[in-house]
């Protein structure tokens, strides 16, 4: 992971970005954005995203964006804001990029269009962190929930009861989000739906495309074109 001195807007409008903060793993597809203020450590892999970006500074980060990164909704009017940037800034013309007035348009709008995006908490306890961690890089599907508490040294009603304090999700959850992100990445890197189906430990592609359908609303294809 990095952070920059900036703040950053990126409004996705092809593909998708599965990006990674110190406490949660996000997948933010076309037609929302994502802010990340400045000094915030984050990371991500593409799959075939296009968009457009604005780099925002430190100060105006602190004095006008929010704190914490945030997806919202790229409605029409974000889309129109960011495009007039992004011709702008092809031409080089003077850096009106954050004037005033249209500061304020795109603050407002960002606020009325906070989206839901697909998130995947992490926990902070430090041996469920690396265990669920570990877990989530193959998303190995004989793992049970007692095996994965007895690795975390606890049982499994504690286990439980301490990562829903943790990450707000039951682990039944979270382990189908996981799951739903490690496919996606998968598919990034050129799996096909069925294939990755089978690496996700699915013993046809008809569940990882149920998953995929109550997460996002969309099938696997879809939203991999999208």
Known sequence: MHSHSHGEIYVIQNGHLLSTSADARWLIPAGQAYWVPAGTLHGGSLSNVSGIRIHVSADMTKEFFPEAAVVFNATPLILALMERWGEEAEHGLPKRML????????LDEMARSIAQPVIL?????????????DWSMECDERASLDELASRCRMSRRTFTRHFREETGLSPGVWMQTARLLRGYSLMASGASVTETAFMLGY????????????????????FARK
Do not use: E, K, W, Y
């Not at 004037?99 to 795109?106: F, G, I, M, P, Y």
């Not at 013993?203 to 879809?222: H, I, K, Y």
């Open 99 to 106: 004037d005033s007035h249209r500061l304020a348009v795109l």
């Open 121 to 133: 908490p992490i926990p902070t306890h430090q041996v469920m962190r690396q265990v669920m961690s």
């Open 203 to 222: 013993d046809s592609a008809t569940s990882f495309f149920n998953l995929c359908r109550r997460f996002t609303g969309m099938n696997p294809s879809d």
